[in-house]
């Protein structure tokens, strides 16, 4: 059984939420379902459907938020890709074992109702991955 289900969302870097929450409504033909801060990380996110998938615009709502330094650094563009896992504590120790660092040491809360881990992008080939676990209602 594998143990990253499948690509929960992509997360999309954005300088601007409003106009990119227009384009992505012209584009996917639907408007956000869900808007949402994440104020421990400085971060205003759009959530947009696409059949089965789900993108993630996030933008800046502070100069040191992790956005923030991603849009200096990088300019827009896809940010993280995020996978679903069933038990994320779990996940975090298998991937560790597997020399995979991670960003956060605990679970923290994301947006859309999720626990959420970074693992460092040094270790992925570049690539920012969250690993998501559905917070039961
Ligand atoms: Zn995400």
Do not use: W
């Given at each position: 059984m594998e143990n990253l289900k499948k690509i929960e969302h992509l997360g999309i870097a954005v300088e601007d939420l409003k106009r990119s929450e227009i384009l992505f409504q012209k584009l996917t033909g639907s408007a956000p379902y869900k808007r949402e801060a994440v104020e421990s990380e400085g971060v205003i996110t759009s959530f947009f459907r696409s059949g089965p998938n789900k993108i993630e615009l996030l933008a800046a709502?502070?100069?040191?938020?992790p956005i923030a330094k991603f849009l200096k650094k990088k300019?827009?563009?896809?940010h993280h890709v995020a996978f679903a896992v069933d038990d994320i504590e779990q996940e975090m120790i298998r991937l560790q074992a597997e020399g995979f660092r991670v960003l956060n040491e605990a679970p923290k809360k994301g947006a859309d109702n999720k626990l959420i881990c970074f693992l460092h992008p040094k270790d992925t080939n570049g690539v920012l991955i969250e690993l998501c676990q559905d917070i039961p209602e």
């Amino acid at each position: 059984m594998e143990n990253l289900k499948k690509i929960e969302h992509l997360g999309i870097a954005v300088e601007d939420l409003k106009r990119s929450e227009i384009l992505f409504q012209k584009l996917t033909g639907s408007a956000p379902y869900k808007r949402e801060a994440v104020e421990s990380e400085g971060v205003i996110t759009s959530f947009f459907r696409s059949g089965p998938n789900k993108i993630e615009l996030l933008a800046a709502t502070s100069e040191d938020s992790p956005i923030a330094k991603f849009l200096k650094k990088k300019g827009e563009g896809i940010h993280h890709v995020a996978f679903a896992v069933d038990d994320i504590e779990q996940e975090m120790i298998r991937l560790q074992a597997e020399g995979f660092r991670v960003l956060n040491e605990a679970p923290k809360k994301g947006a859309d109702n999720k626990l959420i881990c970074f693992l460092h992008p040094k270790d992925t080939n570049g690539v920012l991955i969250e690993l998501c676990q559905d917070i039961p209602e």
